[in-house]
């Protein structure tokens, strides 16, 4: 068998299983692949990969907290994983261990299928942690027309545009909330990539509010859970069009899926499970 996990501690919140578990079985590789979570401390992360690179393990979805700490313990980055500064997929090929991210190409498959054109539109994203980062680096590799970039801490916001600058021919805009009014009568998507509006936690909480938002625009969330987030339903009230969570995270999956198993993946069994979780979990009790 060929052993795949999902590391992280905590895991246990992590959907990824349900995804790939459910393309494994729809495509006839439940024999030959298991995909499994593991909550892996920080001190058997080394352990781990030395798993990877033997060949016991052949791959991971990485999710928080590791998604930066494990790059010095690999052998190799892809240029997305280099250029992004995160890791959400490790792979093992000539006996070395791989790191890799797919969370921006992610989101750009999101948008096209939102029927997006980059090259023409004005973005904000708010937030600059790891999400964020994926993000607006992929975001300014394939040319978006103007990107804003808008988090609590301005400091954190300002590290990241300089360094998307250096590295593209983007010129990124930074600022803290108080910013947010005036960039948002510009802006055609805002992209939430920070935590704020998810279930459990902040799950009454948006960052932004029906007021600020005009029916012209594009609201994205990368919180999925709940599918629904409160900044979607003040979206929805501007009459502005909405893209929930879900989608980056199947994109995400079905990246690493090809990674993993060399196959196409079957996207529609993969949104189909996940969802099925997502409904699951909205229909029950806080
Ligand atoms: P992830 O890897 O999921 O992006 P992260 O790296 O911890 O997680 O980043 C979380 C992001 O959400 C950050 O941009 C954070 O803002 P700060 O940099 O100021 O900490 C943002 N965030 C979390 N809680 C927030 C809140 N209550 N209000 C505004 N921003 C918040």
């Known amino acids: 068998m060929k052993k795949l996990y999902v590391i992280g501690d905590p895991v246990d919140h992590s959907l990824s299983q349900v995804m790939h578990n459910a393309a494994l079985k729809a495509l006839g590789l439940d ?17 781990f990969i030395g798993k990877v690179r033997t060949g016991e393990i052949i791959g991971a979805s990485v999710t928080m907290p590791y998604k930066e700490i494990i790059i010095p313990l690999l052998d190799e980055l892809t240029t997305d994983a280099d250029l992004i500064g995160a890791v959400n997929t490790i792979y093992i090929k000539d006996s070395r261990v791989i790191g890799h991210n797919t969370d921006g190409i992610g989101c750009i498959k999101t948008l096209e299928d939102a029927g997006v054109s980059i090259s023409e539109k004005k973005i904000i994203i708010l937030g600059a942690g790891g999400a964020a980062k994926a993000i607006a680096y992929t975001l300014a590799l394939r040319g978006v027309k103007k990107l804003a970039i808008i988090n609590r801490t301005k400091k954190k916001a300002e590290a990241l545009a300089k360094s998307i600058e250096e590295k593209t021919n ?14 948002l009568k510009d802006a055609d998507i805002i992209i939430n990539a920070t935590s704020v509006g998810m ?4 799950e009454n909480q948006t960052l ?16 999925y859970n709940p599918k629904v987030t409160q900044l979607l339903k003040e979206a929805r009230k501007a009459g502005a069009k909405t893209v929930d969570g879900s989608s980056m995270l199947v994109y995400q999956g079905t990246e690493q899926f090809k990674i993993f198993t060399g196959r196409k993946a079957p996207i529609k069994i993969m949104r189909k499970a996940l969802l099925e979780v997502l409904d699951e979990n909205s229909s029950k009790k806080n």
């Open 208 to 223: 932004v509010t029906e007021d600020l938002i005009h029916s012209e625009m594009l609201v994205m969330d990368v919180v």
């Open 199 to 202: 279930r459990k936690i902040s």
């Open 170 to 183: 983007t010129i990124v805009y930074t600022g803290n909330f108080d910013l947010l009014e005036t960039v």
């Open 31 to 47: 024999n030959e692949f298991t995909y499994d979570q593991m909550n892996v401390r920080k001190e058997e992360l080394k352990g």
